[in-house]
């Protein structure tokens, strides 16, 4: 007998075609979401099926697909995230960009696990997705328009309110800002697809945006997943009280402490004191915060709205940690209004606030050192606040210097002096964010190896944190490595990763097991389930590989990680030289069953039953 | 010994200082400076020591920058002159 679909799944993948407006479902085989599980498992599937390898990520070839997880729209705490996955046009290579809100337990509803947007429209456009699947319309009108106005302009067309989920691009997007990002507005709260230009891959495709309106399907769980969730409850809020109250900017002042919070484009990795407390979680709470925001389906409600009245910002969303560090501290710019302020702009405009803020502050360093000078661009000395806001105008709109700012600090390097390779801060391509590839080993490994390049959603620094493979290279490669494997799970079931780590324990453990078995019906153990988030991050890999940007040459870390140990305060001479990160390499790939130049060999893609897709990824 | 205490987050809102310098006697632990502030202030309470006289899983402190988890956790030694950093949890964001 054939095995049927878990009743947790709508059961169907929904292609349609931006050209001709066409639809076509797909039936998810029961296989293939026991082997991938859902989110970023099934985005990966979809890539490595759909994308030539040599196409450009600009190309029609390239797809944009959106994905849900098994749990989304259960009693899963924080299974309200979706996933986008593409091509990246920062990287080259496969990536996943997840984000919060009411979106994702929309699309559940409508019964397709997932949505994949094939070629271009002839004309601008948005896509709205129902329950019927979906229709391509006219986005005229909506030229330029800024991503959480188009939001509110795409509920008015399909005047429903809020009952029609957004997900926007800005004009960055638009413009092809290599960084640009996807913004959804909600009745909730705003989330951000964040990383590696899943904006402006959606404008490349001249779609503006992806609203979607929920339908009647709901997920039935094949046990009492309810009543397990409920046990992880008082672990889950004890653990979340700073985010509850502060959010991720709370992080500010005590990974400052410890010395491993980059300053200056990371010439030093530490601020003086009164400089962190000035954009720190504790001060914009104090003065700026002005209420909690949430996604769907949690308790934690880490998101905040903030208000500057000098600034003209009401409810905006607060800066994030990741956002605090790209935007303030690389920068040394500590007027916290001005930070909010640009954070704003860029949330507005629509552009990852990571990679544009290392490459401001990369660009502020060439300045320094002579590379750039005042013909190339005013404000690029460190410090300058009111540059920022402006930059963060002209990046959006390619305007002068911004033109060049929208190719990401890799690719403006390699208009400048050779000397600028020094002061880059990013792996393949993709700008690091916060955690400190010098002073946590485990992010070193994790950052090298990472197939999305410099993202901290790959390798975690939560445990590193906690004193564990910190300071040591001893297991530390494996340790990146099941990282990776517990991240690639945790977005393969589009789990707030805050509420993972925090109630349900930042390892693999039982507990997901146990969870999984329970909306599944299968029978899963602990080693089942980390295999899942094994068998996605090889996939992602052969995806890499196949387009010749993973192997042993592009692991690796930028000069200064590699060749500047960090000057002074509490991590002082922590880096990570070159004979270490290959000593690191070595072990990596052997744990992982890699051959030297870090390709997954035949056993290990026949051990994770890969076969079929990397034989597709090879054509 | 002279330590000088910094505060973060909801331990800054429980004690209602950022930064304070006290004098301990030498030989003082961690776990000794936890319990002293827990004494000082009601709302902190059972929220920095755990039942076993571990720091609690819902602080992080830092000697001089540095994670105690790096030192003896709680029983570590602490001397004159130093600082001790007392935040959340810190995870990644």
């Not at chain 1, 070839?61 to 098994?70: F, K, S, Y």
């Not at chain 1, 009745?187 to 590696?196: F, Q």
């Not at chain 1, 494996?478 to 109630?503: I, K, N, P, Y």
């Not at chain 1, 997954?600 to 597709?616: G, N």
Request: with cysteine; charged share 25%; glycine share 12%.
């Amino acid at each position: 007998m054939s095995e049927t679909l878990p009743s947790v799944y709508g059961g169907e993948i929904l292609h349609v075609d931006l050209e001709t407006g066409d639809n076509e479902i797909e039936s998810i085989d029961p296989q293939d979401a026991r082997r991938f599980l859902g989110g970023n498992g099934f985005v990966a599937k979809q890539v490595a099926e759909h994308v030539p390898v040599d196409a450009d990520p600009f190309d029609p070839e390239n797809v944009l697909a959106l994905a849900v997880g098994p749990m989304n729209a259960t009693p899963f705490q924080s299974t309200s995230r979706g996933v986008v996955g593409f091509v990246s046009p920062m990287t080259n290579g496969f990536f996943d960009s997840t984000f919060g809100g009411t979106l994702p337990q929309a699309l559940k509803t409508t019964g397709f696990d997932g949505v994949v947007l094939h070629g271009a429209a002839e004309e601008h456009s948005y896509v709205v997705v129902d329950e019927d699947g979906a229709e391509v319309k006219s986005a005229d009108g909506l030229e330029g328009t800024e991503t959480y106005e188009t939001c509110g302009e795409i509920r008015d067309r399909e005047g429903v309110g809020y009952d029609t989920h957004v997900l926007a691009n800005g004009p960055a997007g638009e413009n092809q800002v290599r960084y640009a990002c996807l913004v959804h507005e909600s009745k909730l709260r705003e989330g951000v697809a964040g990383r590696g230009g899943a904006g402006a891959v959606l404008g490349s495709k001249n779609v503006k945006a992806i609203a979607v309106q929920g339908g009647d399907f709901q997920p039935e769980p094949a046990g009492d997943l309810q009543g397990r969730a409920v046990q992880q409850m008082g672990r889950l809020m004890e653990e979340t009280e700073m985010l509850q109250e502060y959010g991720t900017s709370g992080l500010v002042n005590p990974i400052n402490e410890m010395g491993k919070l980059g300053h200056r484009n990371m010439q030093t990795e530490q601020a003086d004191a009164e400089d962190a407390e000035a954009v720190s979680g504790e001060t914009l709470y104090e003065e700026y915060v002005t209420e909690d925001t949430t996604c769907a389906n949690c308790a934690v409600k880490c998101g905040k709205h903030v208000s500057v009245e000098a600034e003209g910002i009401t409810e905006g969303k607060i800066p994030e940690f990741e956002s605090l560090f790209g935007t303030a501290t690389l920068q040394e710019v500590y007027d916290p209004e001005r930070v909010i302020k640009a954070n704003d702009l860029c949330d507005r405009l629509g552009m990852d606030t990571i990679s544009w803020g290392v490459t401001v502050a990369f660009a502020r360093e060439c300045y320094e050192k002579g590379l750039l000078d005042d013909d190339d661009s005013p404000h690029l000395e460190f410090g300058d606040a009111d540059g920022l806001v402006e930059l963060a105008r002209k990046t959006a709109e390619r305007e002068g210097f911004g033109d060049d700012l929208a190719e990401g600090s890799f690719r403006l390097a390699e208009s400048l002096d050779d000397e600028a390779d020094r002061y880059l801060y990013g792996a393949k391509g993709l700008e690091f964010a916060a955690h400190s590839a010098r002073g946590l080993k485990g992010m070193s490994i994790g950052y090298a190896t990472a197939t999305r390049g410099g993202s901290h959603h790959d390798t975690r620094p939560t445990l590193q944190y906690d004193g564990n493979h910190d300071e040591t290279t001893k297991g530390t490669p494996e340790f990146a490595a099941r990282t990776q494997h517990f991240t690639a799970l945790g977005d393969s079931l589009t789990q707030c990763r805050f509420v993972s780590e925090a109630g349900w324990g930042a390892r693999v453990n039982e507990r997901y097991a146990e969870a999984i078995s329970l909306a599944t019906g299968w029978e899963l153990s602990t080693e089942d389930v980390e295999a899942i988030g094994e068998r996605i991050y090889n996939l992602e890999r052969l995806i890499n590989v196949a387009r010749g940007v993973a192997d042993r040459g592009t692991d690796t870390l930028p000069h200064r990680t590699m060749h500047e140990p960090i000057p002074d305060g509490p991590s002082e001479g922590m880096y990570c030289p070159p004979e270490e990160l290959e000593g690191m390499l070595d072990e990596y790939y052997e744990f992982r069953g890699w051959n030297d130049n870090g390709h997954p060999t035949t056993d290990t893609v026949e051990r994770l039953d890969l076969s079929d897709v990397a034989e597709h990824v090879a054509d | 010994m002279e330590l000088e205490l910094r505060y973060f987050a909801m331990i800054r809102e429980a004690v209602g200082e950022r930064t304070t310098t006290r004098e301990f006697d030498s030989g003082t632990t961690v776990r000794d400076v936890l319990a002293t502030l827990e004494d000082d202030h009601p709302d902190l309470e059972g929220t920095l020591l755990a039942n076993d006289g571990a720091v609690a899983r819902s602080i992080t402190v830092l000697r001089n920058g540095t994670n105690v988890t790096h030192f003896e956790g709680g029983a570590t030694e602490l001397a004159d002159g130093d600082t001790l950093s007392i935040t959340p949890p810190v995870t990644g964001g």
